[in-house]
Protein backbone atom coordinates (compact mmCIF):
# COMPACT_ATOMS: atom_id res chain seq x y z
CA UNK A 1 0.00 0.00 0.00
CA UNK A 2 1.36 3.43 -0.79
CA UNK A 3 1.54 5.52 2.29
CA UNK A 4 0.47 9.11 2.87
CA UNK A 5 3.83 10.35 3.20
CA UNK A 6 5.11 8.23 0.30
CA UNK A 7 2.30 9.87 -2.11
CA UNK A 8 3.21 12.99 -0.18
CA UNK A 9 6.93 12.93 -0.99
CA UNK A 10 6.72 12.28 -4.95
CA UNK A 11 4.95 15.09 -4.81
CA UNK A 12 7.53 17.50 -2.53
CA UNK A 13 9.95 15.85 -4.67
CA UNK A 14 9.22 17.60 -8.22
CA UNK A 15 9.99 20.84 -6.35
CA UNK A 16 13.40 21.18 -8.77
CA UNK A 17 15.86 23.25 -6.90
CA UNK A 18 15.29 22.79 -3.26
CA UNK A 19 17.30 20.24 -0.91
CA UNK A 20 15.98 17.28 0.71
CA UNK A 21 11.84 18.55 -0.04
CA UNK A 22 10.56 15.58 0.88
CA UNK A 23 8.25 15.19 4.11
CA UNK A 24 10.51 14.91 7.15
CA UNK A 25 8.14 12.97 9.35
CA UNK A 26 6.95 9.97 7.28
CA UNK A 27 5.59 8.71 10.46
CA UNK A 28 3.24 11.57 11.26
CA UNK A 29 1.81 13.33 8.72
CA UNK A 30 -0.27 16.15 8.74
CA UNK A 31 -1.54 17.71 5.29
CA UNK A 32 -0.36 21.41 5.55
CA UNK A 33 3.42 22.38 5.85
CA UNK A 34 5.99 24.53 4.73
CA UNK A 35 10.31 23.60 4.50
CA UNK A 36 12.57 25.90 5.28
CA UNK A 37 15.34 23.96 3.66
CA UNK A 38 17.91 25.96 1.23
CA UNK A 39 19.90 29.05 1.54
CA UNK A 40 19.87 31.13 4.97
CA UNK A 41 22.18 33.46 6.34
CA UNK A 42 25.10 32.04 8.01
CA UNK A 43 28.07 33.54 10.67
CA UNK A 44 30.97 31.11 12.07
CA UNK A 45 31.39 32.42 16.13
CA UNK A 46 34.77 31.52 16.93
CA UNK A 47 34.53 32.76 20.73
CA UNK A 48 30.89 32.26 21.24
CA UNK A 49 30.76 36.08 21.38
CA UNK A 50 28.03 36.45 18.87
CA UNK A 51 24.89 37.45 21.08
CA UNK A 52 27.70 39.87 23.03
CA UNK A 53 28.28 41.37 19.30
CA UNK A 54 24.70 41.57 18.70
CA UNK A 55 24.16 39.07 16.05
CA UNK A 56 20.62 38.26 17.33
CA UNK A 57 19.50 41.29 15.33
CA UNK A 58 22.50 41.56 12.73
CA UNK A 59 22.19 40.56 9.15
CA UNK A 60 24.76 37.69 8.77
CA UNK A 61 27.01 38.34 5.99
CA UNK A 62 27.65 34.58 4.84
CA UNK A 63 25.91 32.12 3.08
CA UNK A 64 24.51 28.06 3.91
CA UNK A 65 22.56 25.55 2.45
CA UNK A 66 20.30 23.55 4.89
CA UNK A 67 19.74 21.20 6.02
CA UNK A 68 23.54 20.41 5.43
CA UNK A 69 26.22 21.57 7.86
CA UNK A 70 29.14 24.16 7.45
CA UNK A 71 31.94 21.06 7.43
CA UNK A 72 30.22 19.09 4.27
CA UNK A 73 30.79 20.08 0.71
CA UNK A 74 26.36 20.58 0.18
CA UNK A 75 26.29 23.15 2.75
CA UNK A 76 28.91 25.30 0.38
CA UNK A 77 31.10 25.58 2.54
CA UNK A 78 32.96 22.74 3.42
CA UNK A 79 35.20 24.21 6.40
CA UNK A 80 36.18 21.23 8.91
CA UNK A 81 38.03 23.23 11.11
CA UNK A 82 36.98 23.24 14.96
CA UNK A 83 33.66 25.57 15.20
CA UNK A 84 32.99 26.72 18.48
CA UNK A 85 29.27 28.31 17.72
CA UNK A 86 27.40 29.39 14.36
CA UNK A 87 24.60 30.95 13.84
CA UNK A 88 21.77 31.07 11.26
CA UNK A 89 19.18 34.06 9.95
CA UNK A 90 16.15 33.34 7.50
CA UNK A 91 13.05 35.66 7.19
CA UNK A 92 9.52 33.53 6.29
CA UNK A 93 6.14 34.72 5.88
CA UNK A 94 3.52 32.71 7.24
CA UNK A 95 0.89 31.62 4.68
CA UNK A 96 -2.20 33.58 4.99
CA UNK A 97 -4.30 30.04 4.19
CA UNK A 98 -2.81 29.02 8.14
CA UNK A 99 -5.21 31.54 9.45
CA UNK A 100 -6.81 30.43 12.84
CA UNK A 101 -4.26 27.78 13.64
CA UNK A 102 -0.83 28.22 15.29
CA UNK A 103 2.44 27.86 13.20
CA UNK A 104 5.17 24.96 14.60
CA UNK A 105 8.73 25.05 13.89
CA UNK A 106 10.22 22.29 13.58
CA UNK A 107 14.07 21.27 13.62
CA UNK A 108 14.71 17.54 12.74
CA UNK A 109 18.42 17.78 14.27
CA UNK A 110 20.88 20.50 15.40
CA UNK A 111 24.48 19.27 16.33
CA UNK A 112 25.23 20.24 19.84
CA UNK A 113 22.98 22.95 21.58
CA UNK A 114 20.60 25.29 20.03
CA UNK A 115 18.94 28.59 21.06
CA UNK A 116 16.11 29.26 18.55
CA UNK A 117 14.76 33.38 18.24
CA UNK A 118 11.91 34.24 16.25
CA UNK A 119 11.02 38.15 15.54
CA UNK A 120 13.86 38.46 18.73
CA UNK A 121 12.04 36.40 21.13
CA UNK A 122 13.27 33.43 22.41
CA UNK A 123 11.07 30.50 21.24
CA UNK A 124 13.81 27.01 22.10
CA UNK A 125 16.53 25.72 23.72
CA UNK A 126 17.59 22.05 23.47
CA UNK A 127 20.56 20.30 23.97
CA UNK A 128 21.52 17.24 21.86
CA UNK A 129 22.62 16.67 18.21
CA UNK A 130 20.95 13.75 17.02
CA UNK A 131 17.07 14.42 18.14
CA UNK A 132 14.40 16.49 17.00
CA UNK A 133 12.64 19.37 18.89
CA UNK A 134 9.94 21.80 17.71
CA UNK A 135 8.99 25.56 18.68
CA UNK A 136 5.26 26.91 19.17
CA UNK A 137 4.93 29.94 17.89
CA UNK A 138 1.42 31.23 18.80
CA UNK A 139 1.41 34.56 20.51
CA UNK A 140 4.74 35.57 18.34
CA UNK A 141 3.92 34.94 14.91
CA UNK A 142 0.57 34.39 13.11
CA UNK A 143 -0.99 34.16 9.52
CA UNK A 144 0.17 36.50 7.46
CA UNK A 145 2.78 37.73 9.66
CA UNK A 146 7.27 38.12 8.46
CA UNK A 147 8.98 35.64 10.92
CA UNK A 148 12.81 36.40 11.19
CA UNK A 149 14.18 32.95 12.50
CA UNK A 150 17.55 33.07 14.03
CA UNK A 151 19.75 30.27 15.51
CA UNK A 152 22.41 29.74 17.36
CA UNK A 153 24.46 26.19 17.80
CA UNK A 154 27.23 25.95 20.23
CA UNK A 155 29.23 23.17 19.64
CA UNK A 156 32.94 21.61 21.64
CA UNK A 157 35.36 19.00 21.55
CA UNK A 158 36.05 19.33 25.30
CA UNK A 159 34.26 16.94 28.17
CA UNK A 160 31.66 14.37 28.32
CA UNK A 161 29.37 15.42 25.09
CA UNK A 162 27.21 12.69 22.81
CA UNK A 163 29.25 13.02 19.51
CA UNK A 164 29.13 9.56 17.81
CA UNK A 165 31.31 9.22 15.69
CA UNK A 166 33.16 12.75 15.40
CA UNK A 167 36.74 13.36 15.91
CA UNK A 168 37.61 15.21 18.66
CA UNK A 169 40.86 15.68 16.85
CA UNK A 170 41.60 18.08 14.16
CA UNK A 171 41.66 15.35 11.61
CA UNK A 172 39.61 11.94 10.78
CA UNK A 173 41.44 8.99 12.23
CA UNK A 174 40.78 5.52 13.30
CA UNK A 175 37.32 5.38 13.21
CA UNK A 176 36.20 8.31 13.51
CA UNK A 177 35.20 11.13 11.12
CA UNK A 178 34.59 14.58 10.28
CA UNK A 179 32.29 16.93 12.44
CA UNK A 180 28.97 17.76 12.26
CA UNK A 181 28.06 21.27 13.96
CA UNK A 182 24.72 23.64 13.69
CA UNK A 183 21.73 22.11 11.23
CA UNK A 184 22.20 19.23 9.59
CA UNK A 185 18.49 17.78 9.15
CA UNK A 186 15.45 19.48 7.99
CA UNK A 187 13.95 22.67 9.46
CA UNK A 188 9.71 23.16 8.32
CA UNK A 189 7.04 24.32 9.75
CA UNK A 190 3.75 23.43 9.60
CA UNK A 191 0.08 24.64 11.22
CA UNK A 192 -1.96 23.40 14.34
CA UNK A 193 -5.14 23.56 15.89
CA UNK A 194 -5.39 25.18 19.63
CA UNK A 195 -6.68 21.31 20.22
CA UNK A 196 -3.78 19.27 18.57
CA UNK A 197 -2.86 15.62 18.44
CA UNK A 198 1.26 15.57 19.84
CA UNK A 199 2.76 12.00 18.81
CA UNK A 200 1.05 9.19 19.04
CA UNK A 201 1.78 5.83 20.28
CA UNK A 202 1.13 3.07 18.55
CA UNK A 203 1.42 -0.56 19.87
CA UNK A 204 0.77 -3.85 17.90
CA UNK A 205 -0.60 -6.58 19.69
CA UNK A 206 -0.33 -9.48 17.48
CA UNK A 207 -1.66 -12.05 20.15
CA UNK A 208 -4.82 -10.12 20.50
CA UNK A 209 -4.91 -8.94 16.81
CA UNK A 210 -5.35 -5.15 17.75
CA UNK A 211 -3.35 -1.95 17.72
CA UNK A 212 -3.56 -0.20 21.41
CA UNK A 213 -3.34 3.58 20.41
CA UNK A 214 -2.02 6.63 23.13
CA UNK A 215 -3.26 9.88 21.66
CA UNK A 216 -1.26 12.85 23.78
CA UNK A 217 -3.53 16.26 22.79
CA UNK A 218 -2.03 19.61 23.51
CA UNK A 219 -4.68 22.21 24.37
CA UNK A 220 -7.65 19.92 25.44
CA UNK A 221 -10.98 21.42 25.67
CA UNK A 222 -13.72 20.07 27.22
CA UNK A 223 -15.94 19.00 24.34
CA UNK A 224 -13.23 17.33 22.30
CA UNK A 225 -13.49 13.95 20.75
CA UNK A 226 -11.05 12.05 19.03
CA UNK A 227 -11.35 9.77 16.16
CA UNK A 228 -9.26 6.74 15.28
CA UNK A 229 -9.44 5.12 12.26
CA UNK A 230 -7.08 1.85 10.56
CA UNK A 231 -6.87 1.38 6.71
CA UNK A 232 -5.45 -0.77 4.69
CA UNK A 233 -5.74 -1.10 0.78
CA UNK A 234 -9.08 -2.30 0.77
CA UNK A 235 -10.53 0.43 2.98
CA UNK A 236 -11.41 0.97 6.71
CA UNK A 237 -10.36 -2.06 9.05
CA UNK A 238 -11.64 -0.86 12.18
CA UNK A 239 -13.17 3.00 13.54
CA UNK A 240 -13.46 3.94 17.19
CA UNK A 241 -13.89 7.29 18.92
CA UNK A 242 -13.38 8.85 22.55
CA UNK A 243 -13.76 11.66 24.62
CA UNK A 244 -10.64 13.95 24.62
CA UNK A 245 -11.46 15.92 27.53
CA UNK A 246 -10.90 12.21 30.45
CA UNK A 247 -7.38 12.05 29.46
CA UNK A 248 -4.44 14.01 28.91
CA UNK A 249 -3.45 11.30 26.71
CA UNK A 250 -6.38 9.46 25.57
CA UNK A 251 -6.94 5.62 24.49
CA UNK A 252 -8.26 3.73 21.86
CA UNK A 253 -8.35 -0.20 21.02
CA UNK A 254 -8.46 -1.13 17.11
CA UNK A 255 -9.20 -4.49 16.39
CA UNK A 256 -7.65 -6.31 13.29
CA UNK A 257 -10.33 -9.03 12.13
CA UNK A 258 -9.05 -12.47 10.45
CA UNK A 259 -9.55 -11.80 7.29
CA UNK A 260 -7.88 -8.19 7.55
CA UNK A 261 -4.48 -9.66 9.77
CA UNK A 262 -1.58 -9.50 7.93
CA UNK A 263 1.29 -9.75 10.01
CA UNK A 264 4.51 -7.37 9.31
CA UNK A 265 7.87 -9.35 8.44
CA UNK A 266 10.70 -8.95 6.33
CA UNK A 267 9.58 -11.29 4.11
CA UNK A 268 5.60 -9.30 3.87
CA UNK A 269 6.80 -5.91 4.90
CA UNK A 270 2.90 -4.83 5.12
CA UNK A 271 1.75 -1.74 6.96
CA UNK A 272 -1.59 -0.21 7.67
CA UNK A 273 -2.60 3.59 7.68
CA UNK A 274 -3.94 4.96 11.45
CA UNK A 275 -6.06 8.06 10.34
CA UNK A 276 -6.30 10.16 13.76
CA UNK A 277 -9.02 12.79 13.90
CA UNK A 278 -9.20 15.89 16.82
CA UNK A 279 -13.12 17.12 16.38
CA UNK A 280 -14.75 19.56 18.40
CA UNK A 281 -18.09 20.03 20.52
CA UNK A 282 -20.07 20.60 16.85
CA UNK A 283 -18.29 17.37 15.35
CA UNK A 284 -15.80 19.16 12.76
CA UNK A 285 -12.32 18.13 12.47
CA UNK A 286 -9.74 20.26 13.61
CA UNK A 287 -6.93 18.38 13.46
CA UNK A 288 -6.37 15.67 10.97
CA UNK A 289 -3.43 13.01 10.96
CA UNK A 290 -2.26 10.47 9.30
CA UNK A 291 0.52 7.37 10.59
CA UNK A 292 1.79 3.83 9.81
CA UNK A 293 2.21 0.86 11.43
CA UNK A 294 3.06 -2.64 11.10
CA UNK A 295 1.54 -5.81 13.11
CA UNK A 296 4.14 -7.62 14.59
CA UNK A 297 5.41 -8.66 17.90
CA UNK A 298 9.25 -9.50 19.23
CA UNK A 299 9.85 -11.56 21.70
CA UNK A 300 12.21 -13.70 24.01
CA UNK A 301 12.08 -17.22 24.09
CA UNK A 302 15.88 -19.01 26.00
CA UNK A 303 18.43 -17.73 24.13
CA UNK A 304 15.99 -16.65 21.05
CA UNK A 305 14.62 -13.69 19.93
CA UNK A 306 11.84 -14.31 17.62
CA UNK A 307 9.45 -12.23 15.56
CA UNK A 308 6.09 -13.04 15.17
CA UNK A 309 6.81 -16.32 17.52
CA UNK A 310 9.17 -17.46 14.62
CA UNK A 311 13.52 -17.52 15.06
CA UNK A 312 14.32 -15.45 12.54
CA UNK A 313 18.07 -15.18 11.90
CA UNK A 314 18.96 -11.30 12.30
CA UNK A 315 21.97 -11.28 9.43
CA UNK A 316 22.80 -7.31 10.53
CA UNK A 317 25.14 -5.07 8.82
CA UNK A 318 27.13 -1.86 10.95
CA UNK A 319 25.88 1.12 9.12
CA UNK A 320 27.59 4.33 9.61
CA UNK A 321 25.35 6.22 7.89
CA UNK A 322 27.49 8.80 6.82
CA UNK A 323 28.62 10.42 2.87
CA UNK A 324 30.94 11.92 0.96
CA UNK A 325 29.33 15.08 0.70
CA UNK A 326 27.04 15.42 3.29
CA UNK A 327 28.72 13.76 6.51
CA UNK A 328 25.57 12.51 8.37
CA UNK A 329 22.90 14.27 5.91
CA UNK A 330 21.93 12.18 3.16
CA UNK A 331 22.24 13.93 0.29
CA UNK A 332 19.07 13.17 -0.79
CA UNK A 333 15.81 10.49 0.06
CA UNK A 334 17.02 8.24 -2.77
CA UNK A 335 20.06 7.59 -0.98
CA UNK A 336 18.73 6.26 2.31
CA UNK A 337 16.72 3.76 0.17
CA UNK A 338 19.82 2.68 -1.04
CA UNK A 339 21.58 1.91 1.14
CA UNK A 340 19.21 -0.41 2.01
CA UNK A 341 19.03 -1.95 -1.23
CA UNK A 342 22.92 -2.59 -1.29
CA UNK A 343 23.16 -3.94 1.97
CA UNK A 344 19.51 -6.53 0.86
CA UNK A 345 21.27 -7.08 -2.25
CA UNK A 346 24.83 -8.22 -0.18
CA UNK A 347 22.14 -10.86 2.04
CA UNK A 348 22.01 -9.20 5.33
CA UNK A 349 18.53 -8.71 6.55
CA UNK A 350 19.35 -5.63 8.82
CA UNK A 351 21.33 -3.12 10.34
CA UNK A 352 22.63 -1.86 13.83
CA UNK A 353 22.44 1.85 13.20
CA UNK A 354 25.74 2.83 14.41
CA UNK A 355 26.53 5.63 17.16
CA UNK A 356 23.91 8.26 15.33
CA UNK A 357 20.33 8.11 15.77
CA UNK A 358 19.59 8.09 11.97
CA UNK A 359 16.55 10.45 10.39
CA UNK A 360 12.73 9.51 10.19
CA UNK A 361 12.87 8.86 6.35
CA UNK A 362 15.55 6.09 6.98
CA UNK A 363 13.17 4.30 9.33
CA UNK A 364 10.04 4.68 7.17
CA UNK A 365 11.80 3.25 4.21
CA UNK A 366 12.78 0.55 6.55
CA UNK A 367 9.39 -0.40 7.58
CA UNK A 368 8.47 -0.42 4.06
CA UNK A 369 11.32 -2.89 2.72
CA UNK A 370 10.96 -5.18 5.44
CA UNK A 371 14.89 -4.43 7.01
CA UNK A 372 15.38 -4.98 10.82
CA UNK A 373 16.72 -1.86 12.63
CA UNK A 374 18.66 -1.72 16.12
CA UNK A 375 18.52 1.84 17.16
CA UNK A 376 21.36 3.45 19.42
CA UNK A 377 22.55 6.71 20.75
CA UNK A 378 25.66 8.42 19.63
CA UNK A 379 26.88 8.37 23.01
CA UNK A 380 30.70 8.11 22.03
CA UNK A 381 31.87 11.85 22.39
CA UNK A 382 35.40 11.67 24.65
CA UNK A 383 37.16 8.71 24.07
CA UNK A 384 40.40 10.03 22.43
CA UNK A 385 42.93 13.19 23.50
CA UNK A 386 43.49 14.71 26.72
CA UNK A 387 40.38 13.79 28.64
CA UNK A 388 40.41 10.70 27.33
CA UNK A 389 38.47 9.22 30.15
CA UNK A 390 35.11 11.33 29.79
CA UNK A 391 33.42 8.79 27.53
CA UNK A 392 32.98 6.34 30.93
CA UNK A 393 31.31 9.65 32.54
CA UNK A 394 28.22 9.97 30.65
CA UNK A 395 26.09 13.03 32.02
CA UNK A 396 22.25 13.00 32.74
CA UNK A 397 21.65 14.79 29.29
CA UNK A 398 22.66 11.48 27.96
CA UNK A 399 19.42 9.87 29.14
CA UNK A 400 17.11 12.67 28.01
CA UNK A 401 18.79 12.46 24.60
CA UNK A 402 17.93 9.08 24.56
CA UNK A 403 14.51 9.01 25.28
CA UNK A 404 13.94 11.74 23.16
CA UNK A 405 15.09 9.52 20.14
CA UNK A 406 13.03 6.44 21.64
CA UNK A 407 10.39 8.20 21.84
CA UNK A 408 10.20 9.48 18.53
CA UNK A 409 10.90 6.23 17.19
CA UNK A 410 8.31 4.32 19.17
CA UNK A 411 6.29 3.43 16.07
CA UNK A 412 8.29 1.99 13.68
CA UNK A 413 7.74 -2.05 13.30
CA UNK A 414 11.46 -2.25 11.22
CA UNK A 415 13.14 -1.68 15.15
CA UNK A 416 13.10 -4.73 16.94
CA UNK A 417 15.83 -3.74 19.47
CA UNK A 418 17.36 -1.00 21.68
CA UNK A 419 20.87 -0.09 22.77
CA UNK A 420 21.50 2.73 24.76
CA UNK A 421 25.41 2.79 24.67
CA UNK A 422 28.60 1.25 23.00
CA UNK A 423 31.85 0.13 24.06
CA UNK A 424 31.64 1.48 27.21
CA UNK A 425 34.33 0.07 29.75
CA UNK A 426 33.95 -0.47 33.48
CA UNK A 427 37.84 -1.70 34.92
CA UNK A 428 38.15 -3.60 38.10
CA UNK A 429 39.95 -1.12 39.96
CA UNK A 430 37.57 1.65 39.19
CA UNK A 431 35.48 3.24 41.97
CA UNK A 432 31.59 3.13 41.43
CA UNK A 433 30.88 6.02 39.22
CA UNK A 434 28.66 8.28 36.71
CA UNK A 435 28.74 5.20 34.15
CA UNK A 436 27.35 2.43 36.49
CA UNK A 437 24.54 5.10 37.20
CA UNK A 438 23.67 6.48 33.69
CA UNK A 439 24.02 2.45 32.59
CA UNK A 440 21.62 1.39 34.50
CA UNK A 441 19.51 4.36 34.64
CA UNK A 442 19.61 4.48 30.58
CA UNK A 443 18.66 0.59 30.59
CA UNK A 444 15.55 1.44 32.63
CA UNK A 445 14.26 4.65 31.46
CA UNK A 446 14.48 2.11 28.02
CA UNK A 447 12.13 -0.67 29.56
CA UNK A 448 9.62 2.20 30.92
CA UNK A 449 9.63 4.00 27.61
CA UNK A 450 9.11 0.52 25.68
CA UNK A 451 7.99 -2.90 27.28
CA UNK A 452 7.23 -4.58 23.81
CA UNK A 453 11.37 -4.74 22.33
CA UNK A 454 14.54 -6.24 24.03
CA UNK A 455 16.99 -3.85 25.06
CA UNK A 456 20.77 -4.18 25.49
CA UNK A 457 22.40 -2.46 28.02
CA UNK A 458 26.02 -1.63 26.29
CA UNK A 459 27.11 -3.15 23.11
CA UNK A 460 30.13 -4.66 23.76
CA UNK A 461 33.08 -4.36 26.35
CA UNK A 462 31.53 -3.99 29.77
CA UNK A 463 27.40 -5.42 30.06
CA UNK A 464 26.67 -3.35 33.81
CA UNK A 465 22.87 -4.30 34.29
CA UNK A 466 22.28 -8.19 35.27
CA UNK A 467 18.99 -8.17 34.13
CA UNK A 468 19.78 -6.94 30.05
CA UNK A 469 17.98 -8.54 27.89
CA UNK A 470 20.60 -9.31 25.74
CA UNK A 471 23.82 -9.88 25.79
CA UNK A 472 26.84 -9.64 23.27
CA UNK A 473 30.26 -9.01 22.44
CA UNK A 474 32.74 -7.44 19.65
CA UNK A 475 35.25 -9.55 18.41
CA UNK A 476 38.14 -8.88 15.33
CA UNK A 477 39.52 -12.10 15.38
CA UNK A 478 40.23 -12.42 11.56
CA UNK A 479 41.11 -16.88 11.68
CA UNK A 480 38.19 -18.39 10.99
CA UNK A 481 39.69 -20.97 13.50
CA UNK A 482 40.57 -18.74 15.89
CA UNK A 483 37.13 -17.10 15.95
CA UNK A 484 35.35 -20.39 16.05
CA UNK A 485 37.26 -21.61 19.13
CA UNK A 486 36.60 -17.87 21.07
CA UNK A 487 32.89 -18.20 19.94
CA UNK A 488 32.46 -22.53 21.11
CA UNK A 489 31.14 -21.40 24.49
CA UNK A 490 27.86 -20.43 24.49
CA UNK A 491 26.17 -23.95 24.71
CA UNK A 492 27.48 -24.12 27.97
CA UNK A 493 26.90 -20.89 28.93
CA UNK A 494 30.09 -19.61 28.86
CA UNK A 495 30.20 -17.21 25.89
CA UNK A 496 32.75 -14.70 24.47
CA UNK A 497 32.91 -11.99 26.59
CA UNK A 498 35.54 -9.38 25.87
CA UNK A 499 37.67 -9.17 29.36
CA UNK A 500 38.71 -12.28 27.64
CA UNK A 501 39.44 -10.54 24.12
CA UNK A 502 42.19 -8.37 26.07
CA UNK A 503 42.72 -9.65 29.57
CA UNK A 504 44.91 -7.19 30.65
CA UNK A 505 42.70 -4.45 30.17
CA UNK A 506 40.82 -5.58 33.50
CA UNK A 507 37.28 -4.98 32.01
CA UNK A 508 34.50 -6.03 34.33
CA UNK A 509 30.96 -7.45 33.07
CA UNK A 510 28.33 -9.23 35.14
CA UNK A 511 27.96 -12.50 34.58
CA UNK A 512 26.21 -13.67 31.60
CA UNK A 513 22.88 -15.28 32.69
CA UNK A 514 21.42 -17.09 29.61
CA UNK A 515 20.25 -14.79 28.04
CA UNK A 516 19.62 -14.18 23.73
CA UNK A 517 23.42 -13.48 22.92
CA UNK A 518 24.93 -12.32 19.56
CA UNK A 519 28.13 -11.18 17.98
CA UNK A 520 27.35 -7.41 17.86
CA UNK A 521 30.78 -6.23 16.16
CA UNK A 522 33.15 -8.94 14.06
CA UNK A 523 34.87 -9.00 10.51
CA UNK A 524 35.90 -5.61 9.41
CA UNK A 525 37.99 -6.85 7.14
CA UNK A 526 40.56 -4.15 5.91
CA UNK A 527 40.14 -4.88 2.35
CA UNK A 528 41.37 -1.89 -0.19
CA UNK A 529 41.68 -3.33 -3.66
CA UNK A 530 43.75 -0.22 -4.78
CA UNK A 531 46.45 -1.16 -2.67
CA UNK A 532 48.68 -3.09 -5.07
CA UNK A 533 50.94 -4.40 -2.08
CA UNK A 534 49.04 -3.71 0.75
CA UNK A 535 50.75 -2.59 4.02
CA UNK A 536 49.53 -3.59 7.14
CA UNK A 537 52.01 -1.31 9.15
CA UNK A 538 51.01 1.79 7.86
CA UNK A 539 47.07 3.10 9.21
CA UNK A 540 46.91 6.64 8.48
CA UNK A 541 45.36 6.95 5.31
CA UNK A 542 43.65 3.69 5.95
CA UNK A 543 42.05 1.94 8.70
CA UNK A 544 40.40 -1.61 9.44
CA UNK A 545 40.81 -4.74 11.18
CA UNK A 546 43.63 -7.32 11.51
CA UNK A 547 45.82 -8.46 8.72
CA UNK A 548 45.07 -7.09 4.88
CA UNK A 549 43.88 -9.96 2.80
CA UNK A 550 46.31 -9.96 0.21
CA UNK A 551 43.48 -10.36 -2.73
CA UNK A 552 39.89 -10.50 -3.12
CA UNK A 553 39.66 -14.39 -2.97
CA UNK A 554 41.33 -14.42 0.68
CA UNK A 555 38.26 -11.57 1.08
CA UNK A 556 36.05 -14.29 0.40
CA UNK A 557 37.73 -17.17 2.07
CA UNK A 558 37.83 -14.98 5.50
CA UNK A 559 34.45 -13.37 5.27
CA UNK A 560 32.67 -16.78 4.55
CA UNK A 561 34.78 -18.59 7.34
CA UNK A 562 34.05 -16.34 9.98
CA UNK A 563 30.23 -15.82 8.99
CA UNK A 564 29.64 -19.69 8.97
CA UNK A 565 30.99 -20.30 12.44
CA UNK A 566 28.01 -17.60 13.56
CA UNK A 567 25.64 -19.50 11.46
CA UNK A 568 26.27 -22.03 12.44
CA UNK A 569 25.70 -21.77 16.22
CA UNK A 570 21.92 -22.95 17.41
CA UNK A 571 22.52 -20.52 20.02
CA UNK A 572 23.43 -17.43 18.50
CA UNK A 573 20.40 -15.61 17.28
CA UNK A 574 22.41 -12.86 14.76
CA UNK A 575 25.34 -11.41 13.90
CA UNK A 576 26.12 -7.81 13.26
CA UNK A 577 29.25 -7.70 10.58
CA UNK A 578 31.58 -4.39 10.30
CA UNK A 579 30.41 -2.48 7.94
CA UNK A 580 28.57 -1.28 4.55
CA UNK A 581 31.00 0.79 3.48
CA UNK A 582 34.40 1.94 4.14
CA UNK A 583 33.87 5.78 5.77
CA UNK A 584 36.35 8.03 4.62
CA UNK A 585 40.04 5.97 6.09
CA UNK A 586 38.17 3.56 7.63
CA UNK A 587 37.95 0.91 4.75
CA UNK A 588 36.39 -1.81 5.72
CA UNK A 589 33.95 -1.93 3.69
CA UNK A 590 31.26 -4.32 1.75
CA UNK A 591 31.12 -1.06 -0.59
CA UNK A 592 33.15 1.69 -0.95
CA UNK A 593 32.38 5.23 0.49
CA UNK A 594 30.90 6.51 -2.22
CA UNK A 595 28.39 3.25 -2.78
CA UNK A 596 30.56 2.01 -5.74
CA UNK A 597 31.47 -1.57 -6.47
CA UNK A 598 34.38 -2.66 -4.14
CA UNK A 599 34.29 -6.46 -4.73
CA UNK A 600 31.76 -9.51 -5.61
CA UNK A 601 28.49 -8.30 -4.04
CA UNK A 602 27.33 -11.62 -5.17
CA UNK A 603 29.71 -14.22 -3.50
CA UNK A 604 28.87 -12.05 -0.06
CA UNK A 605 25.42 -12.54 -0.72
CA UNK A 606 25.79 -16.54 -1.43
CA UNK A 607 28.21 -16.58 1.78
CA UNK A 608 25.13 -15.85 4.02
CA UNK A 609 22.03 -17.44 2.34
CA UNK A 610 22.64 -20.81 3.67
CA UNK A 611 19.88 -21.43 6.31
CA UNK A 612 21.33 -20.36 10.34
CA UNK A 613 21.16 -23.38 12.64
CA UNK A 614 19.54 -20.81 15.07
CA UNK A 615 16.78 -21.34 12.83
CA UNK A 616 16.18 -24.98 12.78
CA UNK A 617 17.53 -26.78 16.00
CA UNK A 618 15.90 -26.23 19.57
CA UNK A 619 17.66 -24.23 21.94
CA UNK A 620 17.87 -25.48 25.31
CA UNK A 621 17.48 -23.35 28.44
CA UNK A 622 19.60 -22.22 31.03
Not at 31 to 44: I, K, P, S, V
Not at 328 to 345: G, W
Not at 534 to 550: H, K, L
Not at 603 to 619: G, H, K, L
Request: hydrophobic letters at 35%; proline letters at 7%; charged letters at 25%.
Amino acid sequence: MSTVSDQRSHRDGQAGGLPRPEYPRPGFVREDWLNLNGTWQFAFDPSDSGLERGLLHAELSGRITVPFCPESELSGIGDTDFHRAVWYRRTVRIPQEWRGRRPVLHFGAVDHDATVWVNGTEVARHSGGFTSFSADLGGVVGAGDEAVIVVRARDTWEGPQARGKQSRLYANHTCLYTRTTGIWQTVWLEPVADTHLKRPRITPDLAASCFHLELPLAGGRTGRRVRARLVDAAGTVAEAEVPAHLSVAPRIVLPVPADRRRPWSPQDPHLYEVHIDVLDAEGTVVDATVSTTGLRSVSVDGKRILINGEPVFQRLVLDQGYYPDGLMTAPDDAALIRDIELSLAAGFNGARLHQKVFEERFLHHADRMGYLVWGEFGDWGSNEGPLSGDNQQPTAGFVTQWLEAVERDYNHPSVVGWCPLNETQQLLTDRPSTLDDVTRGMFLATKAADTTRPVLDASGYAHRVPETDVYDSHCYEQDPEAFRALMAGLDKNRPFVNPEDNPDAGIWSTPYAGQPYFCSEFGGIWWNPDDAVPDDTDRSTSWGYGERPRGEEEFHHRFAGLTGVLLDDPNMFGYCYTQLTDVFQEQNGIYRFDRSRKLDVDRVRRAQERPAAFETSPVGEV
